[in-house]
């Protein structure tokens, strides 16, 4: 599985981006997908994740109601919608893909693919 992240860059605070995820390799229709994140200097943190298969999504609680994550199963490609974007968003942006079963999970332990990151700036 090859995941390539896109749509990150620098945007004022108050703005917003749109990041993507394009899935290859094989078919991910029983999955799960994540974003997580990771700025200078601190551990990568969980930032959304959703199914492929119904209407299912988690969210961080930093991010909830400002950020809305999709997906296009046709594409095998999933979105971040990041609205009202603030400095302290700044990071790298990852998507990931769990594998497994069950409950979206929040751990990034439990994703096993990911993709190269995109960067994300929010300027004050």
């Known amino acids: 599985v090859q995941l390539v992240e896109g749509g990150g860059g620098l945007v004022q605070a108050g703005g917003f981006l749109r990041l993507s995820c394009a899935a290859s390799?094989?078919?991910?229709?029983?999955?799960?997908m994540g974003w997580f994140r990771q700025a200078p200097g601190k551990a990568r943190e969980f930032v959304s994740a959703?199914?492929?298969?119904?209407?299912?999504?988690k969210y961080a609680d930093s991010v909830k109601g400002r950020f809305t994550m999709s997906r296009d199963n046709a594409k095998n490609t999933v979105y971040l919608q990041m609205n009202s974007l603030k400095p302290e968003d700044t990071a790298v942006y990852y998507c990931?893909?769990?594998?497994?079963?069950?409950?979206?999970?929040?751990?990034?332990?439990?994703?096993?693919?990911w993709g190269q990151g995109t960067q994300v700036t929010v300027s004050s």
């Open positions: 990931a893909a769990d594998t497994g079963r069950g409950t979206l999970q929040i751990n990034a332990a439990s994703y096993d693919y």
């Open positions: 959703i199914k492929w298969i119904g209407d299912v999504s």
């Open positions: 390799g094989r078919s991910l229709g029983s999955h799960a």
